[in-house]
């Protein structure tokens, strides 16, 4: 039908095979295309395989790169994603993990951005929330951070060397006031996964050497570079504002043992996600749990049957 809302999914992933698997299956729609990259260290997810589970959404895989947690190359996996989609000219972009899934039918997802159209929806935390860290954010952008290059090295030994070095270097940027020009206004931070527009899809990509210059070898940059480019953009008036996430992710920190990694949701919790007001989740694994991510998945598909 003419007119019809048309969606690209992102994703970023490296394992969990049977997450994914239930993931592109709730995602297989007509107006929704899908784009994967496969980390390339991953050798248990294969593109033949992968190809068999969508029929009607088309999938697409893109270049394949190592991805580091809290380097730059999550950033750079981002952009090739986007990249790759903005050809298509979708209404939406939607950046998901393989570790997430969706809460709600494709039709009620449909349905909502229609009648949300224009909107931006990034992660955004508000300011007075991040007082208490504001000071380690910004030591996050503001100095180089050289501890990615650990892993252009086999040798432990090496990559010990390269640590030590950087946490040297990080503190002589200090004392010497070696730093970007970066205030501590202009700080910000939320969540990574987002669903943003076409148009500030093509902004982002236009202005991805400044990116590259801002946040190359940052720490954790992944959950601030997104949310930089917004609201210095003729964008900034569009964020979605409601009382929960921008990003409409529902992600918990607090229950996870170490605080750096999200939670992984468990059956006992099934409840709680699907009355969560939220259209996605994360983080799920199936080696952890694999029978909350059949009860979503049965509950998503039975949403949609009574559509």
Not at 51 to 80: D, N
Not at 97 to 109: A, C, H, M, N, W
Not at 111 to 139: H, M, P, Q
Not at 207 to 227: C, P, V, W
């Amino acid at each position: 039908m003419e007119g019809k809302m048309r969606h690209a999914y992102l994703i970023m992933t490296h394992k969990e095979p049977y997450n994914l698997k239930k993931l592109l299956e709730l995602l297989d729609d007509e107006d929704n295309d899908i784009y994967i990259h496969i980390d390339i260290k991953s050798n248990i997810l294969h593109k033949e395989e992968i190809m068999k589970w969508c029929v009607k959404s088309r999938i697409h895989f893109v270049k394949q790169t190592s991805v580091r947690w809290a380097g730059y190359s999550g950033i750079q996996c981002e952009l090739i994603l986007l990249e790759e989609a903005v050809n298509g000219n979708y209404d939406y972009y939607h950046l998901l993990s393989g570790q997430d899934l969706p809460l709600v039918s494709q039709k009620e997802i449909h349905t909502f951005f229609e009648n949300n159209k224009g909107k931006e929806f990034v992660s955004l935390y508000d300011r007075k929330e991040l007082d208490w860290r504001i000071n380690a954010l910004y030591d996050r952008v503001a100095y180089y951070h050289m501890e990615e290059l650990e892993y252009r090295f086999k040798s432990k030994a090496m990559r010990k060397v390269v640590i030590f070095m950087s946490r040297v270097f990080l503190k002589v940027q200090k004392i010497l006031h070696i730093r970007r020009n970066i205030s501590m206004e202009d700080i910000v931070f939320g969540k990574n996964w987002f669903s943003i527009t076409n148009g500030f899809a093509h902004y982002v990509l236009e202005h991805k050497e400044h990116i590259r210059k801002m946040f190359n070898y940052t720490a954790s940059g992944d959950e601030m570079f997104l949310q930089y480019m917004l609201v210095n953009s003729p964008y900034k008036d569009n964020n979605y504002i409601c009382d929960r996430d921008s990003s409409l992710r529902y992600v918990d920190w607090t229950r996870s043992a170490n605080k750096a990694n999200p939670h992984i949701w468990e059956a006992s919790e099934f409840d709680e996600l699907v009355n969560c007001r939220y259209l996605f989740a994360r983080k799920f694994d199936s080696t952890v749990d694999k029978q909350i991510i059949d009860k979503i998945f049965d509950h998503v598909n039975k949403m949609a049957d009574n559509a």
